[in-house]
């Protein structure tokens, strides 16, 4: 008999493979809103609570170091996948599992929606982390990213422009899609788009942004949303694991 050698599954495609199964959720941490020993003990207990993946980014982050710090102590104390969710080429780690090698797609600014990839891709290459492929999109109201990403934001009731651009990131071959509203932002993406984009679409599609209930998080699965991203919402949480394993259990339905 032939010698079957099995390969390990790629993050991608995990992440894939479970989506297919069950809604998932990834916890956001930012280097910049707390402390390194802070964001792993955020990290344990959103793993504890049923997280699936640890993303690392921030719109205002200053240096790599700041990076390096914050994925160090999340891995100290998580076995989660870390998955950067880098703002540009020198925000990335070597300490990571992976990185989100995103576009911006509808950003004015044509560095982030390509040239940023260009100055990161020998850094990936040669620290040996995973790149995953993804479109991202940042609708109205923005936030921070917005400002920061230089963004023609799309409108809340455009939907036919969310999902020319969900099936314009499938077509280029990208792995995901993400629909971001911003961080602390005041309204999530609305169902009726996610919707939209989930039934043109056969990638996974993320959904982050504002949404800081059980409520808000359930909608939004039911909607169509993959992978649901919650950030702010973790910040504010004086018990972290409880609120997280009250969002989890509702995505899962």
Do not use: W
């Not at 991202?136 to 936030?143: A, L, R, T, W």
């Not at 920061?148 to 409108?155: A, C, P, R, T």
């Not at 071959?173 to 056969?202: H, Q, R, W």
């Not at 059980?214 to 409880?242: C, F, H, S, W, Y």
């Amino acid at each position: 008999m032939e010698n079957v050698v099995k390969t390990k599954m790629t993050i991608a495609e995990e992440i894939m493979n479970k989506s297919k199964k069950k809604k998932l959720h990834f916890s956001l941490l930012d280097p910049d809103k707390q402390k390194p020993e802070v964001a792993g003990e955020m990290a344990r207990a959103a793993e504890e609570a049923g997280s699936s993946a640890i993303m690392v980014g921030g719109s205002t982050l200053v240096s790599q170091e700041q990076v390096d710090n914050c994925v160090k102590a999340i891995k100290k104390q998580s076995n989660l996948p870390v998955i950067l969710f880098p703002s540009g080429a020198k925000y990335l780690s070597k300490y990571a599992d992976a990185v989100f090698f995103m576009s911006l797609l509808n950003s004015r600014n044509i560095g982030y929606v390509i040239r940023e990839h260009v100055k990161g891709a020998p850094f990936v290459k040669y620290s040996g982390i995973e790149p995953i492929s993804m479109g991202y999109v940042i609708v109205e109201p923005g936030m921070t990213a917005g400002k920061m990403g230089e963004v023609d934001l799309i409108k809340r009731d455009d939907i036919q422009t969310a999902v020319g651009y969900a099936l314009a990131a499938q077509y280029l071959g990208m792995n995901f899609f993400y629909l971001e509203a911003g961080s602390g932002a005041t309204k999530p993406i609305p169902n009726e788009m996610i919707a939209a984009v989930k039934k043109n679409i056969d990638i996974p599609l993320f959904v982050g942004g504002g949404i800081r209930s059980v409520k808000t998080a359930a909608e939004k699965a039911r909607a169509g949303a993959d992978i649901i991203v919650t950030g702010t919402k973790l910040e504010e949480e004086d018990n972290l694991k409880q609120a997280l394993k009250h969002i989890i259990s509702a995505i899962e339905g």
